[in-house]
């Protein structure tokens, strides 16, 4: 069975960082498959946040968080990352990570897996 599990978040002030962790188990995603992260405030849809791809270690991010939010995976550990920086108040959501085959990373429709989400609040 395969799990993705979510974690560090938590609560920070404006221009403070965090690292999202997502470890995943039951199998070993590889060439083709891709890791995304996504977020959910209240009364809004499930945005794109980043991605990276498990064999190249490429990278998208959505634009509100280009150059503040680095993903970056760890095959050894079957882990990957979200770090976080100089977060605003507007990053705030619960965020996911989630799985893929393909490199339509964008959209919600097509992730295989998901995490459960770990909740982010950054204050003013």
């Known amino acids: 069975q395969v799990q993705l599990v979510d974690s560090g978040g938590g609560m920070v002030q404006a221009g403070e960082s965090l690292r999202l962790s997502c470890a995943v188990s039951?199998?070993?995603?590889?060439?083709?498959?891709?890791m995304g992260w996504f977020r959910q405030s209240p009364g809004t849809e499930r945005e794109f946040v980043a991605a990276v791809g498990w064999s190249a270690g490429n990278t998208n991010y959505a634009d509100s968080v280009k150059g503040r939010f680095t993903a970056s995976r760890d095959n050894a550990k079957n882990t990957v990352y979200l770090q976080m920086n100089s977060l605003k108040p507007e990053d705030t959501a619960v965020y996911y990570c989630a799985a893929r085959q393909g490199a339509t990373v964008y959209n919600t429709k097509g992730y295989n897996y998901w995490g459960q989400g770990t909740q982010v609040t950054v204050s003013s």
């Open positions: 039951g199998r070993t995603f590889g060439m083709g498959w891709f």
